[in-house]
Structure formats: C-alpha cells, structure tokens
T-cell receptor, first 114, second 118 residues
Framework: DARVTQTPRDKVTEMGQEVTMRCQPI?????VFWYRQTMMQGLELLAY????????DSGMPKDRFSAEMPDATLATLKIQPSEPRDSAVYFC????????????FGQGTRLTVV | SQQGEEDPQALSIQEGENATMNCSYK?????LQWYRQNSGRGLVHLIL?????REKHSGRLRVTLDTSKKSSSLLITASRAADTASYFC??????????????????FGQGTILTVHP
C-alpha cells in the first residue's frame, strides 16, 4: 500500500531550536509539495519540487526555513531557529509524473514551538 | 497566498440531506481538484475537473466548474455521518500537457467544515 510517510508525527520544541521534518514520497513520484496548515491561514504552499529541483519556494520564509531533496526518496523541511508562530501542522504531498491528476498527502507533522 | 475561497466556511446538515460547497478562484487554471480532510489526518483526493469540463460525477459527488465566473461547486448527495470532514478545493495553475493533466502547483482554498448529524 503506497503512501507518503512523514516523520516525526508530533514534535514539541523550544523556541530557538532547529527542527527537521522528513518526508518519504511514494516511490516513483517526482513532484513533492510542502504545505503548512493553521487555523488562521489554512493550507499554505511553502515549496514544491520536481525531479528534486525546487520549482517554487516563494511561500517559505527564507530567513529561517529551508527545503531540500537530498535524494528521490527523501524530502526535508528545516526551521532554524524555530519560533512559536511556526507552530502548525506541516504536510508533505507527492504526485507522479510530469502531469498528474491528484496529489497524495502524508499524515502530517504537528509542530509545537514553546 | 490562497488561490481559492470557499463558501460556506461551515455547513451543518442532517443525514440524508444534500451538501453544497462553493469555491472561487482568481487566476486561470488547468484543472480544479477537491480534497477531503478528516480531523487530524492528511488530505485525500476526491475528484478532478479539467478547465474544459463543466460537470463531473463520481458516486455521490457532483462537481461543476464555471471558468467564466472562476468558480466551482461540490455537491454531496444523500449525505452520511461519515461524510463529516473538511472539504477543500485546489487549483492547478501552472502548465499542462496535451492530455490536460497537470504540471502544476496546487494551491488550496480555506476549506468548508461539513458536519452531518445522524
């Protein structure tokens, strides 16, 4: 049963600490999205990749956030230093091919920065 | 930034009734997708409608698209308590191939919270 896997599921950290969230896309999917979900802002697109290259990261605060795909099976989203306003659920999604009809979401990482 | 805005923000109905959710968007799109999210879970794709289509059906779901008004609606017929969830529209607005499938960047609306009472 192919699925997008995100780790950790929950993370509580202190302000100023580095946070790394990981995502394993579905094997063979070459498009990967990172979203942030909050009650106030809804689902915000932070960045997305195709064939491991970033296509658009305009939704991501560049001073503290970074997203990478070290290889085709791993996408990472880092926050350094973390702040309380970063508390949210972060979702990774992947999609197949150069054209696709649906994106497949992971279960999310719930981040709490205290 | 949000591409889509959904209406209503929350909808409460009785089992057996129909539920209609609306989505408006701002830019030209290749296709529009609807997703469902159960509390505490990831989003699950429901249905896609291409920009050259006006209506599409899948089981109890009916989606319409009006590109002149930049709007879409999702109708769930004969609702069930298990349909209780948040529903989001998502627009793909970055290029497409000859078959009409997406290269795209998926941007989501704010969502409609649907509660179906048994």
């Amino acid at each position: 049963d192919a699925r997008v896997t995100q780790t950790p599921r929950d993370k509580v950290t202190e302000m100023g600490q580095e946070v790394t969230m990981r995502c394993q896309p579905i094997l063979g999917h070459n498009t990967v999205f990172w979203y942030r979900q909050t009650m106030m802002q809804g689902l915000e697109l932070l960045a997305y990749f195709r064939n491991r290259a970033p296509l658009d990261d305009s939704g991501m605060p560049k001073d503290r956030f970074s997203a990478e795909m070290p290889d085709a099976t791993l996408a990472t989203l880092k926050i350094q230093p973390s702040e309380p306003r970063d508390s949210a659920v972060y979702f990774c999604a992947s999609a197949p091919g150069t054209g696709y009809t649906e994106a497949f979401f992971g279960q999310g990482t719930r981040l709490t920065v205290v | 930034s949000q591409q889509g805005e959904e209406d209503p923000q929350a909808l409460s109905i009785q089992e057996g009734e129909n539920a209609t959710m609306n989505c408006s968007y701002k830019t030209s799109i290749n296709n529009l997708q609807w997703y469902r999210q159960n509390s505490g879970r990831g989003l699950v794709h429901l249905i896609l409608i291409r920009s050259n289509e006006r209506e599409k059906h899948s089981g109890r779901l009916r989606v319409t698209l009006d590109t002149s008004k930049k709007s879409s609606s999702l109708l769930i017929t004969a609702s069930r308590a298990a349909d209780t969830a948040s529903y989001f529209c998502a627009t793909d607005d970055h290029g497409f191939n000859a078959g009409g499938t997406s290269y795209g960047k998926l941007t989501f609306g704010q969502g409609t919270i649907l509660t179906v009472h048994p």
